[in-house]
């Protein structure tokens, strides 16, 4: 399997598509997922291209890594979280819909079930989550 540099978030890390930024540094960048499962889901991508866990370097995983850690702390203070759920799909029958290596971040609340797949979310919701991670993460 060959990496599709027309995915949809490499079209977002080159600027074409729009997204709700979160976080970015030399390697990764993170921003929100449209469809969330969670109130905060956001997605962890390396700048550089990857399917997916099967073709990453160590490199792109330790760089995610550090991130998804940074962001989920965020989170945890964001929106008062019990938890955080981290997901990562490989493949079509691993559950992977965008060929271009993601970590989902989850924030949960204790007894609060994850919402369906799929559900476009409300972008004006998604942009104040955005901003309650980023501003936690701008206060250090
Ligand atoms: P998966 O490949 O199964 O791990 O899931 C891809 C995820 O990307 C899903 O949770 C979608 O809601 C999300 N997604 C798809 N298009 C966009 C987009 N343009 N901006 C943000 N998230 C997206």
């Known amino acids: 399997m060959s990496y599709d540099p027309d995915n949809i978030f490499a079209k977002i890390l080159r600027g074409e598509i729009p997204s709700f930024k979160v976080y970015e540094d030399d390697d990764t960048y993170c921003f929100m997922d449209i469809m969330p499962r969670s109130d905060g889901h956001c997605l962890v991508i390396p700048k550089t291209p990857c399917r997916n866990i099967l073709d990453a370097s160590p490199a792109q995983l330790s760089a995610c890594m550090a991130t998804v850690n940074k962001v989920a702390n965020a989170c945890m203070t964001a929106f008062n979280a019990d938890g955080i759920t981290l997901q990562q799909f490989s493949e079509a029958a691993g559950g992977q819909e ?43």
């Open 98 to 140: 965008v060929f271009h290596l993601h970590f989902h971040i989850l924030p949960r609340l204790d007894g609060l079930a994850t919402r369906p797949a799929g559900k476009m979310g409300d972008m004006e919701q998604i942009k104040a989550h955005a901003d309650a991670i980023t501003a936690v993460l701008a206060a250090g």
